[in-house]
């Protein structure tokens, strides 16, 4: 088992910044790749950013390349994604995915969840 508890969502303005922190107990961390996802209400729980088990790969969805960066500290079992220049269309809950092997981009490929953060951008 392993669990993973998110941290850092809010509330925060067009054009913001946020990082979202998700720390993992449990397991050895460095044996499972890491994603985020996130679920707007009415939507389905889409894709975001994952990292390899080493953080040597990171992977984005178009929405956000060139704005959030995952990132991971397997000294301190815990992954971050790092948002910048957040858009209103960026709300949601934002959830920490782990799965043992390799990295994976869709959700049913992960097996561990965390139980959310809100990320608001208000306009």
């Known amino acids: 088992q392993v669990q993973l508890v998110e941290s850092g969502g809010g509330l925060v303005q067009v054009g913001g910044s946020l990082r979202l922190s998700c720390a993992a107990s449990?397991?050895?961390?460095?044996?499972?790749?890491m994603g985020w996802f996130r679920q707007a209400p009415g939507k389905e729980r889409e894709f975001v950013a994952a990292i390899s088990r080493s953080g040597g790969s990171t992977y984005y969805a178009d929405s956000v390349k060139g704005r959030f960066t995952i990132s991971r500290d397997n000294a301190r079992n815990t992954v971050h994604l790092q948002m910048i220049s957040l858009k209103p269309e960026d709300t949601a809950v934002y959830y920490c995915?782990?799965?043992?092997?390799?990295?994976?981009?869709?959700?049913?490929?992960?097996?561990?969840w965390g139980q959310g953060t809100q990320v608001t951008v208000s306009s």
């Open positions: 995915a782990a799965r043992r092997g390799v990295l994976q981009l869709t959700a049913n490929e992960y097996n561990y």
């Open positions: 449990g397991r050895t961390f460095s044996d499972y790749a």
